[in-house]
């Protein structure tokens, strides 16, 4: 058989999974948090490099329960997830492997606290890195991770790819100015790590 009949003979089977897949999904989560479209899945397959996959469906959580529950259902169905903020990153980072689900985190993207007093932040992982340095300016701190992509890339893709940018060089990257992460483990668990305080945690440092 050609490799052309054979992806041809592969497309129904393809297609009846995905559906199961998202159907899934849509029971634990809002169905509008739920992509299945080929037009809708074809712009979550990139990021800044050439690399592509097209994914089986994307979620768009806005809270950490979405987040896990969406994780909990792929561990079920044994679908593989690939987180996505911003997909500004050169390292195909957020490029779906082998299909799957991606898991985008842009609709999180709250400040929910800065903390002038300890100078720190509370903030979910879509909230653009130079909002968040906006945001610090009003009260007198500043951010100083600075990316090139910093008016487009987000706080928790700066994170995963521990971005830097000409600031670095004087005060460090990402990993220097996260001291706690609230996390969805793989199998659906959520954890926290660290917190406000630096002198807090022992252990690890993840």
Known sequence: MSREKVRKSEQPAARIRAQR?????????PAE?????PWELEVYGYDATLQHERPEV???PTTTEEVA??????????????????????SG?????????????TRM???FEIDQAQMRAVVQPGVINA??????????????????????????????????GPHGVKYGVTKDYV????????????????GKQIKNVTGYNL
């Open 21 to 29: 897949i998202a159907q899934a999904l849509r029971e634990v989560l």
């Open 33 to 37: 948090a739920v992509l299945d479209k």
């Open 93 to 105: 980072g957020p490029v779906p492997w082998r299909g799957g689900a991606v898991v985008s985190l």
């Open 69 to 90: 529950a969406a994780v909990r259902v792929c561990r079920r169905l044994g679908v593989v997830v690939t987180p996505r903020g911003c997909a500004t990153s050169l």
């Open 58 to 60: 994307v979620v768009l």
């Open 131 to 164: 909002e968040l340095n906006t945001a610090a300016r009003k009260v007198g701190l500043a951010y100083a991770p600075d990316p090139a992509s910093q008016t487009a890339c987000s706080v928790g893709g700066n994170v995963a790819e521990n971005a830097g």
């Open 179 to 194: 001291l706690g992460l609230e996390v969805a483990l793989p199998s659906g668990d959520v954890v926290r790590l660290g």
């Open 109 to 111: 993207n709250r400040i």
